[in-house]
C-alpha cells in the first residue's frame, strides 16, 4: 500500500512540475513578446521585432523563435483546431516582411478627406452609456452605434485579471471593393471610407488596442492599421480581392504595451509592432469585430457586403470566445444613421465552431439613398 501510495506521490510531483514547467515557458515567451520588440520606428512608443534570418520557418520555429521575431504565437492544434490551421496558411505566406515609415493617420486623412479630421479606431458606445434595450435574460445584448457595426465579447473587468482578462483576439476577411451610394456614385462631393478593426478593448474603453484596414472607395486603395485609442497609424497597402488577417493581442496584461500583427495573404506582406499605450494599460474587458467609420454614417463606404471569418478571442486562461455566442455578455452593434434607421447590419451564426466565427456585414439604406441624414 505505501508501494502504490509513493507511486501515486511521485505522479503528483511529476505532473505539478510539468504543469509549473510549461507555465514557467509560456510566461517566458509572453515576456518577448510584451518587451522584445528592440527595433525602433519612426513613431515613439512604437517597435517592432527583430527581423529573422533567412531561411527561417515559423511552422517549425519554437514558441520562443516565433515571440523574438514577432510571429502570432502557435495555437494549440489539438483543443483548437480550427485557429492552427489558419495560423499556419497565414505563416506559410508570410514571406515579405514591411519595413516602411509608419504614417499618422490623422494627418493622412485630412489630406484625403477635404480637410475632415478623423478619429480611426474610435470606440463604439460603451456597455454602460450606449443605446441599448433592457439587457435580456438570455441571448447577446443589442446595441446601437453612429460609427460602428459589428460584435463584441465583454466582461465586467475594471482592471487586469491574470485569469479572465482577454488576451488575444483574430480574423482574416477578404478586401471588398467598396464605392459611392448606388444612386449618386458621387466621388466629388465626399470621399466615403470603411474601416475594419480587430481589437480589445475598444468596444467599452478609449484605449483600445487593435489592427484592422482602411478602405477608401472610388478605386482608391487603403492601407493596414495599427492602433491604440481614438487615431491609429497606417503601414502598408493591399488590393482590391485580397485575403487579409489582423491579430492583437495584450501578452502579459496590465502593462502599457501590445501587439498587433497583421499580413496580406495575397502580396504575402507581413508586419508585426509593439505599441506603448497612450493614458492606461490594456485591461482586457473586451474583444470585438468592427466595421465601420468613425466619421458617421455619411462617410462611410458602401461594400454591399463582407465576411469576417475564424473570428475568434482568446483570454488569459485561455477560455475560447466566439463572435457568434449567444451569451449575455456578447454585444451586437448595428449601425445607424442620425435618425436611428439601419445602415450597417451583422449576420452570425451559433451553430459549431465555424457557424460561430463567421460574421456578414452588409452596408443597406445610405448605400441606395446617396448618403444619410
Not at 80 to 109: F, I, Q
Request: charged share 15%; aromatic share 12%; hydrophobic share 35%.
Amino acid at each position: 500500500m505505501k508501494f502504490i501510495f509513493s507511486l501515486f506521490a511521485i505522479a503528483g510531483m511529476f505532473l505539478l512540475n510539468t504543469v509549473t514547467l510549461a507555465t514557467a515557458q509560456s510566461d517566458a515567451v509572453r515576456q518577448i513578446y510584451a518587451f522584445g520588440a528592440s527595433v525602433p520606428t519612426n513613431i515613439d512608443g512604437v517597435h517592432t521585432y527583430p527581423a529573422p534570418l533567412a531561411g527561417f520557418n515559423p511552422l517549425t520555429a519554437t514558441d520562443e523563435e516565433l515571440a523574438i521575431h514577432g510571429f502570432p504565437a502557435r495555437p494549440d492544434q489539438e483543443t483548437d483546431a480550427n485557429h492552427y490551421k489558419m495560423w499556419a496558411r497565414v505563416m506559410a505566406a508570410a514571406k515579405n516582411r514591411w519595413t516602411g515609415e509608419l504614417k499618422p493617420v490623422p494627418s493622412w486623412g485630412k489630406k484625403s478627406l477635404g480637410g475632415k479630421g478623423i478619429e480611426m479606431g474610435k470606440p463604439s458606445p460603451s456597455l454602460q452609456s450606449g443605446p441599448q434595450s433592457v439587457k435580456p435574460a438570455s441571448g447577446p445584448v443589442q446595441l446601437a452605434s453612429t460609427t460602428f457595426s459589428g460584435v463584441a465579447s465583454t466582461n465586467n473587468l475594471r482592471k487586469w485579471t491574470p485569469k479572465t482578462s482577454f488576451s488575444d483576439v483574430w480574423a482574416e476577411f477578404t478586401l471588398p471593393t467598396i464605392q459611392p451610394p448606388f444612386e449618386t456614385n458621387d466621388c466629388g462631393n465626399f470621399q466615403p471610407w470603411t474601416e475594419y478593426r480587430i481589437g480589445i478593448d475598444g468596444g467599452a474603453s478609449p484605449n483600445g488596442l487593435g489592427g484592422g484596414y482602411v478602405d477608401f472607395s472610388c478605386g482608391i486603395a487603403g492601407f493596414f492599421l495599427v492602433s491604440w485609442g481614438p487615431n491609429g497609424l497606417s503601414t502598408f497597402g493591399a488590393n482590391h480581392g485580397d485575403l487579409l488577417y489582423v491579430e492583437a493581442a495584450n501578452s502579459l496584461g496590465g502593462f502599457n504595451n501590445g501587439y498587433v500583427f497583421v499580413e496580406d495573404l495575397s502580396t504575402l506582406t507581413y508586419g508585426s509592432w509593439n505599441i506603448a499605450a497612450p493614458n492606461q494599460p490594456l485591461i482586457g474587458n473586451s474583444v470585438e469585430w468592427l466595421v465601420g467609420n468613425s466619421n458617421g454614417a455619411e462617410s462611410l463606404g458602401n461594400t454591399t457586403g463582407i465576411a469576417f471569418e475564424g473570428a475568434e478571442a482568446l483570454n488569459l486562461a485561455g477560455k475560447q470566445f466566439f463572435p457568434g455566442s449567444t451569451t449575455p455578455s456578447t454585444a451586437v452593434f448595428t449601425m445607424v444613421d442620425s435618425l436611428g434607421q439601419d445602415v450597417e447590419i451583422v449576420s452570425y451564426g451559433s451553430g459549431g465552431k465555424q457557424g460561430q466565427s463567421s460574421l456578414f456585414f452588409q452596408t443597406t439604406g445610405c448605400a441606395y439613398s446617396g448618403g444619410c441624414q
